[in-house]
Structure formats: structure tokens, C-alpha cells
């Protein structure tokens, strides 16, 4: 069998090129078309002449105010064209706040790199490697599509209900990579119908992964740094993000479910789920890692929840019982029970680190110098009188276009910041604006470069782009308008 | 005997290298690529089978190739993942779902021969 559309699935940087050439203006038609050095010389070579311009250009303007703008638009492009990997970009960011002196002391733009919230996701990785270490995540897999018999449209919901669950406590990208070979295997026992059938569940894995990623703030990076920028004006914590992630998670999961079968419709009803009931029995008991993992995880996520009420009990310090403390006990006593080895550990891409404490910096530094406030007055200025759902509309739809295009974790890094001070300007919470930002940078399945667990489920070359355009844009217009609407009446009413 | 190479690039080519040490074997290799090291470089093998083995299409080409024995030699490069976070569990897991059929399959890893 042939790849789908005449795609290559193993050439996916010629691609990369392609899929910009295809849904873009003439202008990166014109770029696509470049020598390959030249095009990474402009990506490069742009925004650090924009942050020169930017510089020394007479604006009437505070100097603070203008050297953080230049920072935050060389930083944003080099994120967006990726001139630079992420991670170095991010390195940038301290760098530069502290060289125009909008951070007098480095260590005032080295803080945001140990926010709390770092550590939270820190120790939620750490977890998630113990996860995929004894293969607690496969047996859950296995157990739930097994107990969903074999009709299709339940099978289509199982593989999108574990792949939320799994997503919310380890990562996207591994849920996917381990979901992608199950699904394949589960899709070859049709006759009939499979190439379709594969395409239906590897765009519900996909999507699955992405909405159960919104649940929890260790669940997906944009959380983390949505989650702390709001901990910093208000009180926020584990249980707040939940309150809305996971009610917003699992609407969104309904319907995307329903959209999903109507937009790719198959002639097949039943599938053979036996093979997986097999390999559930082959698995045998949980074995000694399953437990240990298991016995660390379930009471971490009781604590994450009700620590505060627990502690209470115990007059245990309302500190220890705070999220990011639990999980870094949790990781503690993972090594400390040999459950996981430092080894096991290198796996963790420990450069998501460094974009969220950089997205801080960068959050930090704009605020400090008065550029949030600029720009928020600028941005309040052109919205007018406009209702603030129409905003969050707007940001819903914004915060989606970028995250296809580049990561989710710098887009809300970049976003967020400045409409904290959209919101104050407006005179709204500005949860309203933060939380849409957040959660709409999540759904960003339109194209294959949108996120890592897209570029796994394209390289199957199962699914075409066309597939992944059609089955996106079907879910993300009513998925961005629910978020939206779930963030208007959460907060509107003070649920959240 | 008619042995089945899944994967034509270094490691494949390394593979059939091997094997071609005895000539009675008859050697077909599966990959998506025009011209893979193995037929580009080395024409190493009988046959060339331009497909992109996945567990969705493996008995179908198990089917039409009627090998007595399947080797993967794969590498995280080969699927072009290896840049990707979690690439190499994803390939890994893709290659130990093509073991589970009825014809024998030895994975052949990238660390042994000397690819790492």
C-alpha cells in the first residue's frame, strides 16, 4: 500500500516547505522558493535587525517601554520563523532583558526560570516516564478499548477517551507514540474500510491527546505558563485549572468524537477488538514497577487535589501541600523506591523548561518596563466598546491560527503577557482573556507542523494533509467557540 | 530461502550485506524511498519493493512478498523521527506491532550493528 496522496512520509522537512507554499500568501511562496541557506539566514538575520530598528528608532516612547518591545518582537519572530532552536531563543530572552537594563540584576530575569510552575511539570514528567517505564499506559490503553467491545463508533471514543486520560498526566506526544502502532494494529483486523478506519482513530488520538492535554496544568507546557502568569496576580492553583480544564476537556472530547465520525464517515460497524483482549491477558498482573508506579502516582493526584484540606488535617505546612511540592515528593520517592533510574529520566525533553521560564521572563519584562501596558492600550484602543466575549472570540482564533504554525508553549508565552494587560485595560478579570489564550493554543491539529504528536500521526503516512485540514478545521471552529464560551461562563460566575 | 528487509537505508544495506554472505538467498527489500542505500549504493538486493510498511499493510505484503523470514531494520533516522520528542518510542513501537503476526520477524537494533 502506498502513502496516502502522493505524500512522502519519510521527507518531512521537503514537506514542511511545501505545506507552508500551499495554504500561504504569495510572499511564502516567494520564501519557500529561496535557497535553503538563505531562508535560514532571513530567519535568523530578521529579528535581530527588527530588535535594532526597533532600538534606535525616535519613537516617542519611554526607552524601557521601547527596549522591551524590540525584545519581545525579536523573541516572537525568532520563536515563530524558528531561526534559532526554541530552547536558545529562550536563553535569549534574560540575555537581552538584562542588557537594556529593563532587569537590573540578572537574577531578576533568571527568577521566572524557577517558577514553581517548572517544577510542577518537572515532577509531572518524571511520573509520566515511570508511566511509559512499566507500561502502566499500555495496560490502561489495552483495558479501556477492550471494555468497549467492538462497535466502531465506541471504539473510535475509547481510543479518544485514553488518549485524554493518558494525556493528562504524561505527555501528548508519548500518548500519541504510544497509541499510533495500537490503533494501526486494531485498524489491519478490517477488511474492508482500513485506510479510512486508520485515519478516523489516528485523528481521534491525536485530538484526543490534545483536549485530555487541557485537563490539568502538567497535562500540557501552555498550561503551565497560563497557570503562572495567573498564580501571579491572583490566587490560582492545581484545582482552579482543573475546574475549567477538565469539564471544558471532556465537551470538547464529545463533540469532536461527533464531528470526527461524521467527517470521516466508514462503511465498517464492528471491529475485531481481540487481539487486544489477548494482549491484555499476555500482560498478566500488574508486576512489581506497575505497582510501585501506581502507589506513587493515585496518592500524588489525591494530594494535587485535596492536599490542602489533608495537610489541614495533619497540620502538615500549607506549603508542602502545595502541587508543585507533591510532585516533586512524588519524583523523589520514584527514584528512592527504584521504580525509575536517573537514566530513565534523560529521556524528559528538559528543554520545554527553559521556553516556559523564558515566556515568564519575557511575561515579567514586559510588564516591568510598562510595554504590556502600551500595547494592551493600543489593543483596547482598536477593540473599542467591543463586548469581551467578541474578544475572546478573537484571542480563541488568533491564539489557534499561531499555534499551527509554531509551538503552543511559545505562543501562549507570547500572548499571554500582554493580554493580562489587555484585560486590566479593559477593566475585565484577566482570566477571561489568559484562560482562552491558554486553552485555544491546544487545538492546533490543522496542520502536521502544529505539534509534535501531528508530525508523529502525518509520518504514518496514513493520514494526508487534506485529512488532517478537513478533520482540524471540522473540530477547532466549534472546539475554540466552546472554550470560549466554557472560560465566558466559568468566570462570568465565578466558578473559577 | 526468500528473506523480507524492511528498511533500505544504512542499517538495511548493513543487513543485506550480511546476508548476502550466503548466496542462496533470495533478498527483497521494503522501502518508501526511489532509491534506497540498498539499491542506490550497493545494489545489494533482488528486489526492491517501494512501500512504506506500517502494521496496516504488513500482511498484504507479507502476502504478495511470501517471505520465510521478515528482518526490520529500521533506524529513528530512517523514519526521519529523530529529531521528533518521543521518536524513538513511537518507531519502536510501530516495529514491535509488526511482530506480532504469523511470519517469524527479528528486529535487527541500530546499537548491535554498530549505527549508535
Known sequence: MQPRDGQKPFSRFAWLGREINEISPTFFKFFSKLPGTIQRSI????????????????????????????????????????GLPLPVTALLVPVLLTFYGIFPHPADALVPFADPVVYLLMGGLILAAAFQKHGVDKR??????????????????????????????????????????VVLGVAARVQEDKGRLSVLFLIGIGIGSALGGMATVTGSAPNAVASALIAQRTTWSFVDWMKIGLPTSMMLLATSWYVLQRTFPVTSRRLDTDPIRDELKRMG????????????????????????????????????????????TAAVLLFLSRT????????????????????????????????????????????????????????????????????????????????????????????????????????????????????????????????????????????ALIVVLMVFLMVGFGAV | MKVLVVGGGKLGSMVIRQLRKNPRLEIVVADPHRNPCAVAEDRLCDFHLRVHVTPLNFKEVVDRVKPDLVVLARTTEDWE??????????????ERELTKGDVPVLPVSEQVMGLH
Not at chain 1, 471494555?147 to 488518549?163: C, E, S
Not at chain 1, 501562549?412 to 477593566?427: C, T, Y
Not at chain 1, 485555544?440 to 485540514?469: C, E, H, Y
Open chain 1, 43 to 82: 530567519k535568523v538575520t530578521l529579528p535581530f535587525a527588527m530588535l535594532a530598528i526597533i532600538t534606535v528608532l525616535p519613537l516617542d516612547l519611554d526607552s524601557k517601554v521601547q527596549h522591551a518591545l524590540a525584545t519581545f518582537v525579536c523573541v516572537s519572530l525568532l520563536w515563530t520563523l524558528g
Open chain 1, 140 to 181: 490502561l490503553a489495552y483495558y479501556v478499548v477492550s471494555r468497549f467491545g467492538g462497535d466502531i463508533p465506541k471504539v473510535l471514543l475509547a481510543f479518544m477517551l485514553v488518549a485524554a486520560l493518558l494525556s493528562m498526566w504524561i505527555s501528548n506526544t508519548a500518548t500519541v507514540a504510544l497509541l499510533i502502532p
Open chain 1, 285 to 328: 498482573p500488574l508486576t512489581q514497577g506497575e505497582k510501585k508506579t501506581l502507589a506513587i502516582f493515585l496518592p500524588t493526584v489525591a494530594l494535587w487535589i485535596g492536599g490542602a484540606s489533608i495537610g489541614g488535617l495533619f497540620g502538615l505546612e500549607p506549603g508542602f501541600m502545595s502541587a508543585t511540592i507533591v510532585a516533586l
Open chain 1, 340 to 479: 525509575l533510574e536517573w537514566q530513565d529520566a534523560r529521556s524528559i525533553s528538559w528543554d520545554i523548561f527553559l521556553i516556559i521560564g523564558a515566556g515568564l521572563a519575557l511575561g515579567r519584562g514586559l510588564q516591568v518596563s510598562g510595554a504590556a501596558e502600551w500595547m494592551a492600550a493600543m489593543i483596547a484602543g482598536a477593540t473599542g466598546e467591543l463586548h469581551i466575549l467578541i474578544v475572546m472570540v478573537v484571542v480563541a482564533f488568533v491564539s489557534v491560527l499561531l499555534s499551527n504554525f509554531m509551538s503552543n508553549t511559545a505562543t501562549a508565552a507570547i500572548l499571554a503577557p500582554v493580554l493580562i494587560s489587555v484585560a486590566d485595560a479593559m477593566g475585565v478579570d484577566l482570566k477571561f482573556l489568559v484562560l482562552v489564550c491558554g486553552l485555544s493554543v491546544s487545538l492546533s491539529f490543522v496542520t502536521p507542523i502544529g505539534t509534535p504528536p501531528f508530525t508523529l500521526i502525518f509520518s504514518t503516512g496514513m493520514v494526508s494533509r487534506k485529512d488532517l485540514a478537513r478533520g482540524g478545521l471540522m473540530v477547532t471552529v466549534p472546539a
Open chain 2, 81 to 94: 523521527q529523530s529529531d521528533v520528542p518521543m521518536g524513538a518510542q513511537y518507531v519502536a513501537g510501530m
